[in-house]
């Protein structure tokens, strides 16, 4: 009705005055939702739907593709890693490098491809690069016959194996509780495919 | 606005034929799949199962098999063995139900490859097993091969892996 009663006779002044007229009283009646509204959805609830959107959409595709949730089920990697711990798996960390010496990764049992929730893996440190061989004695790492320093490690043992040769691919991974017997203890050489990321923590 | 709003009823409607299309036309990877997950379900004990039923999953896990099938398994703690044919899968199935109060077996991370023919496939997953409700699961590397046998995925050949060698 008042946008009628402004539009008569070009009355373009008018039609200005009244149209301001309806926009400052929506206006009004949109600046003061009551308090529970603007707890719940906020000010604006079409912008707040859009950021609850993009927010999900970010948090899932983070946690699928980039920081995978892990929790640690296992005494393999203690002190270091402590049973029942929570932590992230990086999995960009080896999209410009290879995986190092010392890191802490993620191996996958299976072949490379889909995850299934949950998902299980081995989390153990690199010890052996690819083509290195690794050998045990007295409890201490030997690469290529040269004695690895391992300054992680707070428990000694008495580990003996022969030298183990790591393919062009693959790499020697080991817990971090070295006070396990060797057999008890997995490890061995992984496939570089099968390690999925670095753990963040 | 108009035209957004029905360029998504179309991009709805296409997704949701596509959907319907794999639904009752799955791909050759998901029927294999499907298989391995209903492997897994059948070889699942629950708590208070009686002999009988134990005895229908026996030979409903024989199923899964080819008549030449072989399983090869090297397991900590269980030892190294082959078993040949049928047969002695069931001997090795009904032994073990025996023992147990309860089973839980679970196929996880499962990757299919296809043969050339589409006849055949290779499976491999992480097997999740845990026996009479106990917390800590043995978890083990599984490799499937499977054959297209009279319209039916087979097993012809099952063995375990070491994930670190």
């Known amino acids: 009705v008042l946008f009628a009663t402004g539009g008569q006779g070009l009355l373009g002044k008018g039609r200005w005055f009244i149209l301001n007229a309806v926009t400052t009283e929506t206006k009004t009646a949109d600046t003061e939702p009551g308090w529970l509204q603007i707890a719940l959805i906020g000010r604006r609830p079409k912008f707040t739907l859009v950021r609850i959107i993009i927010l999900v959409t970010l948090v899932t595709l983070t946690v699928k593709f980039v ?3 892990i929790r640690v089920e296992g005494i393999s990697m203690e002190p270091t890693y402590r049973n029942h711990k929570i932590d992230c798996v990086n999995r960009l960390a080896y999209v410009l490098h290879e995986p190092k010496r010392g890191d ?6 299976s072949e490379p491809g889909h995850f299934s929730e949950p998902s299980q893996m081995l989390m153990k440190r690199i010890i052996g690069l690819p083509g290195e061989s690794i050998s045990f004695h007295d409890g201490r790492v030997y690469i290529n016959g040269r004695l690895l320093e391992e300054p992680y490690l707070k428990s000694s043992c008495d580990w003996e194996h022969s030298p183990i040769q790591c393919g062009p691919n693959e790499y020697y991974v080991v817990g971090d509780n070295r006070s396990m017997p060797f ?10 495919d099968h390690i999925i990321g670095k753990v963040l923590l | 606005m108009k035209t957004v709003l029905r360029s998504i009823l179309i ?4 997704a949701g034929c ?3 299309y794999t639904l009752l036309f799955p791909s050759a990877e998901k029927v294999v799949l499907k ?17 009988l039923s134990r005895a229908n999953k026996v030979s409903n896990l024989i199923g899964f098999f080819a008549t030449d099938a072989e399983i090869a398994y090297d397991v900590n703690g269980v030892g190294a063995r082959t078993l040949s044919g049928r047969d ?3 001997e090795a199935a009904a032994g073990g139900f025996v023992g147990l109060a309860s089973l839980n077996v679970r196929f996880q991370d499962a990757t299919v490859r296809m043969g050339p023919d589409r006849q055949n496939a290779e499976v491999s997953c992480t097997a999740n097993v845990s026996a009479n409700g106990e917390p800590n699961s043995g978890i083990q590397e599984l490799h499937f091969n499977l054959r297209k046998i009279d319209g039916e995925w087979l097993i012809t050949h099952a063995e375990t892996v070491k994930t670190l060698r």
């Open chain 1, 67 to 69: 920081l995978l949730p």
């Open chain 1, 104 to 109: 802490v990764v993620a191996v996958r049992y």
């Open chain 1, 183 to 192: 057999e008890y203890h997995v490890q061995g050489r992984a496939e570089r």
């Open chain 2, 11 to 14: 991009l709805a409607f296409l």
């Open chain 2, 18 to 20: 596509f959907w319907l």
């Open chain 2, 35 to 51: 298989r391995i997950a209903s492997l897994a379900a059948t070889a699942t004990i629950a708590r208070g199962e009686g002999p």
């Open chain 2, 88 to 90: 002695e899968i069931r």
